[in-house]
């Protein structure tokens, strides 16, 4: 009797719904019919044969699209290209009204090596008239383009967490060495999970309104919309799991220029978690958003609230992430398990038992409550996710609607079998059985694949590992990002790099003095050291050779402060100084030609978003930002030359602001290493009290600059409390 209560609240509670305009969600529509598209074999089968059927318009957008991807893999072998690039060449060859548009986001430098080169031109100069290719960069500082859709004649789409690119093909069997699963570079690469959407009717249309917008923002042009069309692009092979049913889409869009922020994906997040009676099922690679772990919390903390399974991936891929992202997550996860007194949180990763040492990559993005709610989408459990990048995420109830709520449990009974190497009959009836998603995954944990309990261990927190660095909610104004790396850079280590820099100048003293009085001296003659340094500087033509290395330097990204101490070895002060600025103002100048006539769509792809905001803060100060920049560096010499080229800060702006900038630190540069030279060959009391004068007048204007800081930061902090 408490039992049949129990469900019968339930039912009256899940029949409110969860949507609200504008809240959390941008717009609903029917949807005719709806798939659920486990893995990227089946995803790329389904786009191939959609795109063939395709009339007037194909919408590709997303976070990474290669057009070396191979579509088909195995023993199948087609009639038509099986590269991205060339198929889509090929389908517009074939159909004389067919545009296709690919949005690609203008990535960070962070990622040069994992992206195509020059996708641009692959895809733009080698795939014909009729397909569209640009980099999105309409976006504010430090967010990414993550929306990941396919829309067909504006008839169906595709979206969820599966981007057309390298590293994400594999099937449900995720075999730990599979040869078909290589990359671009015929590179293996590790088991890859993942879930798409499939969906037509409204939906669909509204998916392509949205990539409409994105393409005039990101490329300032129109699309006209597509054309009436005859056939039915739906891929046979996509039985619908649910048909005629309301589909809503849910967005994430960071506040820059004249678009505002958009917020709704978390805020369907939270609701959704705040709805749930029994289950809450979740598949996302990263645990770092603070307002989903709160509501997470909040639910746990409730006696009678719901269980909560999460399936992630065990790390990350590389020492970044791993610092970082892995970093909030274990910080995150005992946040929650301290309030889980009940044993109704799991956070878990797949496995192969006889393999640990393969990483099995979890990267959907799935939410399903009870079988009420279901939500499959681009956007990560992460603070970037819910504000900063751009985000799409579709969502259904399905209260009133048997065969959804059907479909709902199949779904999640199906991820479920995949991890742990079962099936859906004995994981739906494991679950009738125990009533508990965690009690299944503990009674089917498969021989050749299983699910296991994440291990959180203590990991270091660092510079690195804050969210407002990494995994930050909004925008961060550049000026209070280097606030904050400050901050903690020079209040917690200031006083160590003044011992380091002091230490170092102790252990040269000791040298010197080791040269001149030890059995050194026996084994190492200065003077004829000093007699081959001065014969290098008196050479008639190495004051040119100087000036040509400055230049090459500079196109090599070679640190200009290592060059100008060069130079003062070789040179007398005065000509090493003259040297230096001469060089160096070459070298800036070369590179900076080089930024102006490559362009600034160029430079994106070399200095990534966050370089890029310095293109702009030139463009906008002029000479005080070319001067201040210089005078304290806040990038490389090379990279700030290639980017100041391609913004549009005038020539003669960069070139006053750049000799103000760097001369009085080439005048210390030179100063201190000429003293430093006398003072090794020669270590008597004279050399001794002058390089004992520059290196006090050195720690002196050390812990002025860090006072100054901190008081601007104080005084910045106070004004904001206002």
Same mark, same amino acid.
């Given at each position: ?29 029917? &949807? ?7 893995? &990227?074999?089946?995803?790329? +089968? ?10 007037? !318009? ?39 009204? /067919? ?35 640009? /980099?999105?960069?309409?976006? *504010?500082?430090?967010? !990414? ?72 923002? &990101? ?48 805020? $369907? ?102 079988? +009420?709610?279901?939500?499959?989408? #681009? ?18 109830? +399905? ?130 050291? #000093? ?5 290098? #500087? ?16 500079? =196109?090599?990204?070679? *640190? ?62 002029? =000479? ?17 030359? $290639?980017?100041?080229?391609? !913004? ?9 602001? +750049? ?17 430093? =030279? ?12 002058? $390089? ?9 204007? =050390? ?12 005084? #910045? ?6």
């Amino acid at each position: 009797m408490v039992k049949n209560t129990r469900e019968c609240k339930d039912v009256m509670e899940t029949t409110q719904s969860l949507y609200q305009d504008g809240r959390n969600i941008w717009k609903k529509g029917k &949807a005719h019919r709806v798939t659920f598209i486990i893995d &990227a074999q089946d995803y790329f +089968t389904a786009f191939v044969e959609a795109v063939l059927k395709a009339e007037r !318009s194909v919408y590709i957008t997303g976070w990474d699209i290669d057009s070396q991807l191979t579509l088909i893999r195995g023993d199948e072998k087609p009639d038509f290209p099986v590269r991205l690039g060339e198929f889509l060449s090929y389908v517009v060859l074939k159909k004389p009204h /067919l545009h296709v548009n690919i949005l690609d986001w203008d990535f960070s430098v962070l990622y040069t090596f994992k992206r195509e080169y020059l996708p641009a031109w692959k895809f733009s100069w080698k795939t014909g008239q009729r397909v569209h290719f640009h /980099l999105d960069n309409y976006l *504010p500082p430090g967010a !990414s383009h993550h929306q990941k859709i396919v829309v067909i004649d504006d008839r169906i789409a595709f979206t969820g967490g599966i981007d057309l690119t390298h590293v994400r093909w594999d099937t449900p069997e995720h075999l730990p060495d599979d040869p078909r699963r290589s990359d671009s570079w015929e590179e293996n690469y590790p088991p890859f999970h993942d879930v798409q959407i499939l969906v037509d009717g409204e939906p669909a249309a509204f998916l392509g309104e949205l990539f409409r917008q994105r393409w005039r923002y &990101a490329a300032r042009k129109e699309l006209p919309l597509p054309g009436a069309t005859t056939s039915d692009p739906w891929p046979q092979r996509c039985i619908p799991d649910i048909r005629q049913i309301d589909v809503a889409i849910s967005r994430t869009q960071g506040r820059y220029r004249e678009k505002p922020e958009i917020r709704e994906v978390e805020s $369907l997040w939270v609701d959704a978690i705040a709805s749930a009676r029994r289950h809450i099922y979740i598949e996302s690679p990263f645990f770092t958003s603070s307002k989903v772990a709160g509501a997470v919390s909040k639910r746990l903390y409730e006696a009678d609230g719901p269980e909560i399974v999460v399936v992630t991936r065990k790390k990350s891929h590389g020492w970044l992430e791993e610092s970082t992202m892995d970093a909030i997550r274990a910080h995150l996860v005992k946040r929650v398990r301290r309030v889980d007194t009940g044993g109704r949180f799991g956070i878990y990763y797949t496995e192969h038992p006889d393999r640990p040492d393969v990483l099995f990559e979890v990267h959907s993005k799935i939410l399903i409550v009870d079988d +009420t709610f279901l939500r499959i989408g #681009s956007s990560n459990i992460s603070n970037r996710s819910m504000g900063l990048d751009s985000e799409c995420d579709l969502s259904l109830e +399905t209260w009133g609607h048997p065969d959804a709520k059907r479909a709902c449990r199949d779904l999640r009974d199906s991820l479920l079998a995949e991890h742990l190497g079962s099936t859906p009959r004995k994981v739906e009836e494991t679950i009738d059985k125990t009533g508990s998603l965690i009690r299944t995954i503990e009674a089917l944990a498969g021989p050749e694949r299983t699910l296991r309990p994440l291990d959180v261990s203590p990991v270091e927190r660092n510079i690195l590992s804050q969210p407002y660095l990494v995994d930050p909610e909004r925008p961060m104004d550049p000026d209070d990002f280097i606030e904050r790396f400050i901050d903690k850079e020079d209040h917690h280590s200031g006083r160590r790099r003044l011992i380091v820099f002091a230490a170092l100048i102790l252990a040269l003293i000791a040298l010197a003095a080791a040269w001149k009085w030890s059995p050194l001296a026996e084994y190492l003659d200065i003077g004829v050291m #000093s007699a081959w340094i001065g014969s290098l #500087s008196g050479y008639r033509f190495m004051p040119a050779i100087i000036l040509v290395l400055y230049v090459l330097g500079g =196109l090599v990204v070679f *640190p200009v402060t290592a060059m100008v101490a060069i130079t003062a070895v070789l040179f007398p002060p005065l000509t090493a100084l003259a040297l230096s600025v001469a060089g160096a103002m070459m070298s800036a100048s070369v590179v900076y030609w080089i930024g102006r006539i490559v362009g600034r769509d160029f430079v994106r792809k070399v200095a990534g978003r966050r370089i890029n905001q310095l293109s702009r803060r030139l463009a906008r100060q002029g =000479l005080l930002a070319m001067t201040i920049i210089r005078f304290i560096p806040v990038a490389p010499f090379s990279v700030v030359n $290639l980017v100041a080229g391609a !913004s549009h800060i005038g020539f003669r702006d960069y070139f006053v602001g +750049t000799l103000i900038g760097m001369t009085p630190g080439f005048i210390a540069i030179t100063l201190f290493t000429e003293s430093l =030279l006398s003072f090794l060959f020669e270590p008597d009391i004279v050399n001794i009290t002058i $390089l004992a004068g520059i290196t006090l007048v050195a720690v002196v204007l =050390l812990v002025w600059l860090k006072k100054r800081i901190a008081g601007r930061m104080e005084q #910045s902090a106070g004004e904001k409390a206002l």
